[in-house]
């Protein structure tokens, strides 16, 4: 799927919320109308055998004035014919009948609901300024009425623990969105959370702790078909808005080799190691952290390897034949 991404930086959000700066994050201001026509026209004739989605993010878009709603809808269905749909991302408190309708009626198929938590005491403690139960109502209100739905979620906002993360993920687990987006929270300038850090009231995730939890969030979402589609804020980020909190650029890249280390480790046969080449860079990327920790853990002087080329990445066994290499 490909999808075109057009940035609103906080349209239709009725405050701001204490973390959130999405200009920092998006590094745009909002598309004019009259530039997403052609944007559209573009990407569609650049990508023509894909499927494809035009996507509104960085706002609240179905809180919009509706002229104006109605008006990015029309500009980028004049390209209806080329495109599955549109994607639009907003806050469940933010969604009924009524206005699911009106996405209906103008090509939305995907709806993504910044959640962020299902713990009462982190709504509250992150005034989100809606309860659970919104967010449950409104994840089953947008699957009855048959659209695709994306969960966001920020493990470490304020009031997390590990109450917080378990409910979240069984909520999750039971509404079984269609696909979910992990963002650590992160303190950003010029938010009210920087002030709350800069007071002592609000302390971000280190990166380690982070790793750990949304590899955890990961692989309970693997085990129930749940898809993970990001993970982190993108790597482009000016790293002068970043205050405190797990912000890395490569930030799914870590996972990654978080998750394939505690694999091979479950795993693990004193044998050789056989990899996929797109691998290679987890174990000898981040100073060798990866290999540093499986050798220490197996209490090995080297980890015998064979570079399979044709092995998708993640992908490994352990087999008797000759390595190619020791590590
Ligand atoms: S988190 Fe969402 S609703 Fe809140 S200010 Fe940012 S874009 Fe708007």
Redo the contacts with the bound molecule.
């Keep these: 799927m490909k999808i075109f991404p057009i940035f609103i930086p ?1 349209l239709g ?1 009725r405050f ?2 204490v973390y ?1 700066d ?1 200009v920092a994050i998006t590094k745009c201001e909002t598309s004019t109308i009259q530039s997403i026509s052609e944007s559209v026209r573009k990407f569609c004739e650049n990508n023509q055998l894909e499927e494809k989605e035009v996507a509104f993010f ?3 878009f179905t809180n919009i004035q509706k002229e104006k709603q109605q008006a990015y809808f029309d500009t980028v269905n004049e390209h209806k014919d080329k495109i599955k749909g549109i994607r639009i991302s907003t ?1 469940p408190d933010s969604i009924n009948q009524n206005i699911l309708d009106f996405c209906k009626d103008n090509n939305v198929c995907t709806i993504e609901l ?1 959640i962020q938590s299902f713990d009462e005491s982190v709504l509250k403690s992150s005034k989100r300024g809606y309860n659970s139960q919104t967010a449950i109502e409104s994840c089953n209100l947008i699957k009855e009425n048959n659209f695709v739905l994306g969960i966001q979620l920020m493990p470490g906002l304020p009031g997390f623990n590990s109450g917080s993360l378990k409910t979240t993920i069984e909520t999750t687990i039971k509404l079984n969105p269609d696909f979910v987006r992990i963002y650590p929270t992160i303190v950003l300038k010029n938010t009210e959370l920087e002030n709350w850090y800069k007071n002592g009231e609000y302390s971000p995730l280190s990166l380690s702790e982070s790793i750990e939890i949304v590899s955890q969030m990961i692989n309970r979402f693997k085990e129930k078909k749940i898809q993970v589609i990001k993970v982190g804020l993108h790597s482009d980020i000016d790293e002068d808005k970043i205050i405190a909190g797990p912000y890395h650029q490569s930030f799914g890249e870590l996972i990654r080799a978080e998750m394939l280390k505690v694999d091979i480790l479950n795993n693990f046969k004193t044998k050789t190691l056989e990899i996929s080449p797109a691998d290679i860079s987890l174990f000898k990327g981040f100073n060798s952290k990866m290999l540093k920790e499986i050798k220490q853990k197996k209490k090995l002087k080297n980890l015998p390897i064979i570079i399979n080329r044709n092995f998708e990445k993640d992908k490994f066994i352990f087999t008797d034949a000759q390595p190619d290499e020791n590590w």
């Design positions: 906080h959000c701001n919320c959130c999405q960085g706002g609240t806050r910044g």
